[in-house]
């Protein structure tokens, strides 16, 4: 702004100074001050349209400079969101929740509860050991009790499908406390991901 009025101000001046020794007159003739009126009238119409031209460059500068686009990656796909996490996991035998897992079921349950159209299931597992009856119930309290805390939380119950797959669908396979650790778990699974 201050650039365009200080271009005005300097084109002005010479302007300004030519209609002063046109109205001091001085014992000019008429055909020296049509041309002088000219002259001024010419001057004044190029700084009229000067700024505006500078003005509408600069807008077109500003408007052709392609803005960087603000992309936001899906939070269920950013590492660094607790939404990419949709795997609880679970003590030996255990349906109880862990610790660790209260943050990732907790920022579920805030995405749900302002999301209340979306609709999402529950899948329980268990490791192989155990009878296949067992592992299944296990699986399901283990489902469960990821239900009542996003519940409790404020997901509507309309939302949440519980399943059990008990030992059927492991995640790891093998026959060690590595594998094992990684199959007793419940998973958030939502209907369009």
């Known amino acids: 702004m201050m650039k365009v009025i200080t271009r005005m101000t300097l084109a002005t001046v010479p302007a ?6 046109l109205l001091a007159g001085c014992g000019t003739t008429g055909e ?15 700084e009229a349209s000067e700024p505006a031209s500078t003005e509408r460059a600069d807008d077109q500068t500003a408007t052709a400079e392609p ?10 796909e950013d590492p ?29 349950a805030d995405y749900l509860a302002s999301n209340s ?16 009856e067992y592992n299944l119930a296990l699986g399901e309290r283990r489902a469960d009790a990821v239900r009542r805390l996003l519940i409790a939380n ?3 119950p309309a939302q949440v499908r519980v399943v059990s797959y008990g030992e059927e669908r ?9 594998a094992w650790s990684m199959n007793r778990r419940a998973e958030l699974v939502y209907a369009n991901r």
């Open 16 to 21: 300004i100074f030519l209609l002063f020794v």
């Open 32 to 46: 020296v001050e049509d041309q002088a009126s000219a002259e001024t009238s010419a001057s004044a119409s190029t």
């Open 67 to 76: 803005m960087e686009p603000q992309t936001q990656m899906d939070p269920f």
């Open 80 to 108: 660094n969101n607790l939404l990419s996490q949709r795997v609880v996991y679970f003590d030996f035998d255990s349906s109880a929740i862990r610790d660790d897992a209260l943050p990732v079921i907790r920022a579920h």
């Open 117 to 132: 159209q979306v609709n999402f299931t529950l899948e329980g597992h268990a490791d192989e050991r155990g009878t296949r």
């Open 154 to 156: 404020g997901v509507s």
């Open 170 to 178: 492991p995640a790891v396979l093998g026959h060690d406390e590595s």
